[in-house]
């Protein structure tokens, strides 16, 4: 059954974890759909982990909508959320609006995330307003790692803390149908979590969230650039992948394969025609 915003509202109100995961592709989206997994988020970590890119910061609408569009293809039960890049909702809020029915339009999401708290809530307002459901992104918002000098943790002193709060209630009431939390203590997960009736999405969050979301290629130590603390490899697939390349190279090289099941047969009648 396709996983809804009401069905995530719905799941936090029964005490029933949320699973999400992100994808980039057609394949990938279809796997997740078949584990099991209620929501997929099309991240811009995209620029990351598919296009190679240092952080966020040069990911594009085009790029969010031809990947975006890919997963929706392949989602038959999950929800699909499309981040929206940076640059794509700062400017103004009507620049916002657009980009945001870019992606369902075009995209063909479910719902748009974006990074930012209390400063981005009549974005998230209008955006919503329009009939298009916003997951907020609080704590590390990546798009703001130039601002904030690296990737920290959010919220371990009083001040930050606090910020935190206010930022979670302020896209609660902007109308945000739920919201992530990125790197924050696990303690404060919980308390923002207990204040809020929209499901927390925790990453590197603790168990006290709503729900849980990692990139998928980290979870599947696909992706090896860095690792932060909070992912767990689930499976190594790197070591599964590298291990049939390899075989792949010496079985081309030794002409084992392909062997002849794989061939196409011509008759023997054609090819001695073919002398003629
Ligand atoms: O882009 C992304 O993958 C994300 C998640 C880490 C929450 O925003
Ligand atoms: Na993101």
Known sequence: MKNTVVTFKEMKQKGEKIS???????????????????????????????LGYEDTVSVTMEDMIHHGAAVARGAKNALVVIDMPFMSYQTSVYDAVVNAGRLMKEGRANAVKLEGGE??????????????????????????????????????????????????????????FAVTLECVPS?????????LSIPTIGIGAGAGCDGQILVYADMLAMFSDYRPKFVKNFANVREIMVQAFKEYDSEVKAGTYPAEEHGYAISDEVLSQLDD
């Open 20 to 50: 999400m995961l992100t994808g980039y592709d057609y394949s990938t989206a279809k796997l997740l759909d078949e584990g099991g997994i209620n929501g997929i988020l099309v991240g811009d970590s995209l620029g990351n982990v598919m």
């Open 119 to 176: 400063e981005v809530a009549d974005v998230i307002k209008a955006i919503t307003k329009a009939g298009i459901p916003v997951m907020a992104h609080i704590g590390l918002t990546p798009q703001h790692v130039n601002e904030f000098g690296g990737y920290k943790v959010q919220g371990k002193d009083s001040a930050t803390a606090k910020k935190l709060i206010r930022d979670a209630k302020a896209v609660e009431a902007a109308g945000a």
């Open 187 to 195: 303690k404060l997960a919980e308390k923002v979590t207990k204040e």
